[in-house]
Structure formats: C-alpha cells, structure tokens
T-cell receptor, first 111, second 111 residues
Framework: GENVEQHPSTLSVQEGDSAVIKCTYS??????FPWYKQELGKRPQLIID?????GEKKDQRIAVTLNKTAKHFSLHITETQPEDSAVYFC??????????FGAGTRLTVKP | EPEVTQTPSHQVTQMGQEVILRCVPI?????FYWYRQILGQKVEFLVS????????KSEIFDDQFSVERPDGSNFTLKIRSTKLEDSAMYFC?????????FGEGSRLTVL
C-alpha cells in the first residue's frame, strides 16, 4: 500500500517568511495529492490539491509542486501570517480510494 | 454550504463495549470514508465505501470494525468490543470524485 513521509515534523518561521513542507510517496499509481490544514481540535480542511498531470498549482499565498519522477511533492506558503499556524497534512491517493496521510507538520508563525 | 455531520461529538465507553458512530454524508456524494486520529498523531485511513460495499480497508480495520449504510442518509462505524487503544477522534468524510469533505469528528474515549 501507499506510504507517505512528511518533513519536517515541526516548523517555526517569522511572520512574513516562507514555509516549505515536503512529502514523498511510494505508490507510483497515486495520482491525487491534497494538502490539509488542521487547527487544534478541528477537522482537517483542504487548502490545495494537485493531480499528477500537473507539476505546479498556486492559490494566492500557497502553492504546491509535484515531481512524479522523484515521487515527491511540496507545499509552499509565502508571506506567512500568525493565522497560518496549524498542523498541515499531505496525503496521496489513487482515485481517492485509499487516501493515506503524512504524519503532519506543526507550523508556528511567530509575530 | 453542505457539510458532513457526525454524532455523537464525544462518547465515553468501557472497554469491551460496542460503540456505533454515526455520520450523515453530503447528500449527492457517492464515496464515504472513515478515518481515525489518535491524539497528536496523523490522520489514518480506516475504510472507504462505495455503492453499498467496502471498496478498500486498511490494516487497522480488523474484524472488530464494521461499516453500514442502513438507509439513504446514514453511514455508521461500529466497533464491536472496544479496546483502550481505540480511543481516538474518528472522522467521517465524503466526496463525489473531487474534494474530500470531513465531518467535525467523534471523539471516542475508552476507559
């Protein structure tokens, strides 16, 4: 089955700096890579996703890149704000049937 | 905006007891999922359900677990004989081939 590795486990940045979170996956059949933001005690919420036919996707301050050959994908948050502080999970799935999550990255943005 | 609803929000039970967690997915969605998140850990896939049958299950989803869609709206997760290690937040999710929507979760505490 799919195995998703996520790094780093914790990340602390100054407000305004960029944050990068990296994930690798093992199953070459995976073709859907969402990123979720989870605030303390809340449900995971989708913030951005990418499919395997695309190499990069951007939505305002967040962007995701995918390297299918190397089986890794990354989340980039620019101009970070304190409200970006949360746990971020990457995930990988083939046709959404068996989505597997990374271990999560706790992002802290210091004002 | 339509959302996935889960009940109960919190359940406390004695070890060995049966527990049923209930979910009402978004009405026009076709795929349903249960995930588990032990406190402070990553979101773990349990099972996916499509066309009234399990389409995929993880190694966590053993014989103690079962899922059912007893009517047109509810999607339930039953744990037959709870163990201490079943204590976790259980998230239901649904999707229609696109974004995965999570419920707010049911926190299960096994004493």
């Amino acid at each position: 089955g799919e195995n998703v590795e996520q790094h780093p486990s914790t990340l602390s940045v100054q407000e305004g700096d960029s944050a990068v979170i990296k994930c690798t996956y093992s199953d070459s059949a995976s073709n859907y890579f969402p990123w979720y933001k989870q605030e303390l005690g809340k449900r995971p919420q989708l913030i951005i996703d990418i499919r395997s036919n695309v190499g990069e996707k951007k939505d305002q301050r967040i962007a995701v890149t995918l390297n299918k050959t190397a089986k890794h994908f990354s989340l980039h948050i620019t101009e970070t704000q304190p409200e970006d502080s949360a746990v971020y999970f990457c995930a990988a799935a083939s046709n959404n049937n068996d989505m597997r999550f990374g271990a999560g990255t706790r992002l802290t943005v210091k004002p | 905006e339509p959302e996935v609803t889960q009940t109960p929000s919190h359940q406390v039970t004695q070890m060995g007891q049966e527990v049923i967690l209930r979910c009402v997915p978004i009405s026009n969605h076709l795929y349903f999922y249960w995930y588990r998140q032990i406190l402070g850990q990553k979101v773990e896939f349990l099972v996916s359900f499509y066309n009234n049958e399990i389409s995929e299950k993880s190694e966590i989803f053993d014989d103690q677990f079962s899922v059912e869609r007893p009517d047109g709206s509810n999607f339930t997760l039953k744990i037959r004989s709870t163990k201490l290690e079943d204590s976790a937040m259980y998230f239901c999710a649904s999707e229609d081939g696109g974004e995965l929507f999570f419920g707010e979760g049911s926190r299960l505490t096994v004493l």
